[in-house]
């Protein structure tokens, strides 16, 4: 009987914690309507760390933060940092529908990475896959009537950049101490970001304040229940429930600023996180037969 909940109890943790990453997605947007990218990237950071280091330290109060690997922890930072700056821009200056119709291509983008990366080569079938989710950005944004602007080439590259800073996860995820890989890319953000500070700052209200600290406890509230989620039941289950993000965002967006998604975006994000669900579905099926043979 036990056995049979964790599935349910994983699929609903997951659900939790990506309705909390969309809640933090979306104070992301509400602080860039009074302050620069720059700003509120550094100013996220700066509110992120309290939670992060209350976390580390809770859970080991002497807990060692040197690197294991510290080449790839700082590859891993500078792309956390550019990354961090192209999604902050992004959900700044885009409709939450037109940020995730992009975001979401990253699961194709590690397939398609991890080949020259991790020498997992592409087959036709995922392949074939690949190609039609990305057809599903072209039918979200309609290249004939979108107009194009900075926000959307920041949303590619911040897909890039995100599926870069998986693989380098999985290549350290299982030797480089939790404290290390969650700190060390929002410091190297606050650092990056900060020495543009003086050049763009601009005073903040206590509302940014509470936005800011809203943010850094939902992003903290979302990495506990993924963890526990991914503890409680397989990948398999948890991983389709990041597609509930853009059920929250769109919500979210429709009720705090009236964004509401085309009929052309919901069918291309439709098709991306079909596309998303196959390659999972692929490398389920794969991985069941390795286990067999």
């Not at 020498?119 to 995922?126: A, H, I, K, T």
């Not at 392949?127 to 107009?147: E, R, Y």
């Not at 085309?262 to 069918?267: C, H, K």
């Not at 196959?278 to 390795?290: D, E, K």
Request: charged content about 10%; proline content about 5%; hydrophobic content about 55%.
């Amino acid at each position: 009987m036990t056995k049979m909940s964790n599935p349910l109890k994983g699929a609903l943790l997951a659900l939790a914690s990506f309705c909390a990453y969309a809640c933090s997605d979306v104070s992301i947007k509400a602080l860039g309507h009074g302050m620069g990218s720059f700003q509120v990237m550094f100013f996220s950071a700066v509110c992120t760390l309290p939670f992060i280091l209350g976390q580390i330290f809770w859970q080991d109060r002497h807990a060692s933060l040197r690197p294991a690997l510290p080449g790839l922890t700082a590859v891993r930072v500078l792309i956390s940092l550019l990354g961090g700056g192209f999604v902050t821009y992004t959900f700044t200056h885009l409709p939450l529908a037109q940020c995730y119709a992009i975001f979401f291509t990253m699961p194709l983008m590690i397939t398609l990475l991890a080949w020259p990366m991790l020498g997992e080569p592409v087959d036709p079938l995922r392949g074939t896959i690949i190609v039609a989710g990305f057809g599903g950005v072209l039918i979200a944004l309609q290249p004939g009537s979108t107009d194009f602007q900075l926000a959307h080439l920041t949303a590619i590259l911040g897909a890039i950049t995100g599926a870069l800073n998986s693989l380098i996860f999985r290549m350290i995820g299982h030797r480089e101490k939790s404290g290390v890989i969650l700190l060390y890319p929002v410091v190297g953000q606050i650092l990056g970001a900060g020495m543009i500070m003086p050049f763009v700052w601009q005073p903040l209200s206590l509302s940014d304040w509470q936005v800011g600290l809203q943010m850094g406890a939902l992003g903290l509230v979302g990495g506990l229940f993924i963890i526990a989620a991914y503890r409680t039941a397989p990948a398999i289950v948890v991983a389709p429930m990041q597609y509930s993000q853009i059920v929250w965002a769109s919500l979210l967006g429709y009720l705090l600023w009236g964004e509401k998604p085309s009929l052309a975006a919901t069918l291309g994000i439709g098709v991306i996180v079909a596309a998303g669900l196959a390659l999972l579905a692929v490398a389920g099926r794969q991985s069941a037969q390795l286990r067999q043979a």
